[in-house]
């Protein structure tokens, strides 16, 4: 038995380094998922933390929740958009980042992109991630 057939196609140019924890383009068919930015706050709309990192780790989740509504996960993310009110801090970050996205996201990394903005419309946030997914149609059977 063959290893299933990953739901997207990376596009990865000839010759180009392979870029780290992202994917440059993403080619997929299906039901498209368009989440709105997400914050780390919770269900009763607290924020979890003054902090970048584990308000990243709550949007990504409130994200993967939205898109879990139309029968997404993970996988099927294809398009990532980052809103930053401070680059530095996600540059700093580092590992926890890195292990607060992996938490949620697994070793998935669709196109993404990062952005510093001069402010969020709630108080307090640091961080907006808006996603974009595909969900593979069902083969025929």
Same mark, same amino acid.
């Not at 299933?4 to 870029?19: C, F, I, K, N, T």
């Not at 992202?22 to 924020?47: C, E, P």
């Not at 294809?78 to 890195?98: F, K, N, Q």
């Given at each position: 038995?063959?290893?299933?057939?990953?739901?997207?196609?990376?596009?990865?140019?000839?010759?180009?380094?392979?870029?780290?924890?992202?994917? @440059? &383009?993403?080619?997929?068919?299906?039901?498209?998922?368009?989440?709105?930015?997400?914050? &780390?706050?919770?269900?009763?709309?607290?924020?979890?933390?003054?902090?970048? $990192?584990?308000?990243?780790?709550?949007?990504?989740? @409130?994200?993967?929740? $939205?898109?879990?509504?139309?029968?997404? =996960?993970?996988?099927?993310? $294809?398009?990532?958009?980052?809103?930053?009110?401070?680059?530095? =801090?996600?540059?700093?970050?580092?590992?926890?980042?890195?292990?607060?996205?992996?938490?949620?996201?697994?070793?998935?990394?669709?196109?993404?992109?990062?952005?510093? $903005?001069?402010?969020?419309?709630?108080?307090?946030?640091?961080?907006?991630?808006?996603?974009?997914?595909?969900?593979?149609?069902?083969?025929?059977?």
């Amino acid at each position: 038995m063959s290893a299933p057939r990953p739901p997207h196609r990376v596009l990865a140019p000839a010759g180009w380094a392979p870029p780290r924890g992202y994917a @440059n &383009g993403i080619a997929a068919r299906g039901t498209q998922v368009f989440i709105a930015g997400q914050i &780390g706050w919770d269900a009763s709309q607290r924020l979890v933390s003054p902090d970048l $990192v584990p308000q990243v780790a709550q949007a990504l989740r @409130n994200a993967l929740d $939205v898109l879990a509504e139309a029968g997404g =996960a993970p996988e099927h993310v $294809v398009r990532m958009t980052w809103y930053l009110t401070d680059l530095a =801090a996600y540059r700093s970050a580092g590992p926890a980042l890195g292990a607060a996205y992996r938490a949620a996201m697994g070793r998935h990394y669709p196109a993404m992109s990062a952005v510093q $903005v001069a402010g969020l419309v709630e108080p307090g946030a640091v961080v907006e991630i808006e996603l974009t997914a595909v969900i593979p149609d069902e083969p025929a059977p």
